[in-house]
């Protein structure tokens, strides 16, 4: 009888990585990346870490790395290719469906694996991709992104206004992170006001 867990790497190889291959993506184990311009896009698998012999769920995580963001952050540089916990925006897949609420599939022993996979390209082609395609949009990523992450995109769109703004609406409403925020301020040529 076959394990749940090796049937999720069974769609993933026979499913999953030709799809996206066909999309222009390569892979480095389960992690599936492609290159657009500085950036990287991720599509990574995750199993559940309770999966058993009876049964096994999977999700998957997105990701898209921003390298200027990251160096202007002073964060370490990423492997190559990053994985999906390195990325500058991240978003699990099942938040981009209608109901906007956690999802994995299932996998048991006797599962239909062909039908499971054929759902799993599906959703891949009809909510990841849309999404990858937003965060590789300057316009669109700094509305995805959190405090520290959409400045450094407001910088990078040429408006400090509204740079300046997220970080004092942040730095008002938290004391643990104000120094950081401030510092990033100075890297980013703002001047934030002293009341802060």
Known sequence: MNHPSDLIDEIVKAQLKPALKELGFKNKSSTFFRQNGDLVEVVSPQKSSWNDAGEAKFTINLGVYWPKVHETLGRPTASSPPKEYDCTLRQRIGHLFDD?????????????????????????RTFALPWLARATKLEEAVTMANTGEAAVFYVMKGDAVAAREV?????????????????????????ISQEL
């Open 100 to 124: 906007g609420k956690d999802f994995w599939w299932t996998v048991k022993p006797d599962s239909d694996i062909r039908q499971i996979g054929g759902d799993v390209v599906e959703k891949t």
């Open 167 to 191: 970080l004092e609406k942040a730095m008002a409403k938290t004391k643990h992170a104000k120094a950081f925020l401030r510092t990033l301020a100075v890297k980013l040529g703002l001047e």
